[in-house]
């Protein structure tokens, strides 16, 4: 995951990140602690948790393979459209379903 252009995150039910990658964290502009273990909300901001992610989240919690493009701002480096995948995760390693968020980026 680390070598990876992608942006990749794992989210519990609970909207609580169990894994961001090296991109994810640049891209933010946060360290593995200030993201690790605290909430989706806390990290994105209110506005954009309720307005952009939470609704797709929750469908893919559902089972739904879920797939958009969206344009967002990054504290550190400006506008970037991203072409986004969720996929429900269920496997031995984490107690509930997850969320795998890869997003393909280029420069707006």
Aim: with cysteine.
């Amino acid at each position: 995951m680390e070598g990876l252009e992608e942006i990749i995150v794992v989210v519990d039910r609970e909207y609580r990140y169990l894994i961001a990658n090296q991109t994810y964290l640049r891209y933010r502009g946060l360290k593995r602690d200030q993201v690790i273990g605290h909430l989706v909300e806390e990290v994105v901001g209110k506005e954009a948790f309720e307005t952009l992610v939470k609704t797709k989240m929750d469908e893919c919690f559902e089972g739904k393979v879920v797939r958009y493009e969206m344009r967002y701002e990054f504290p550190k480096l400006g506008e970037r459209d991203l072409f986004v995948s969720l996929l429900s995760y269920r496997g031995s390693s984490w107690p509930r379903s997850t969320s795998y968020y890869p997003a393909r980026h280029h420069r707006a």
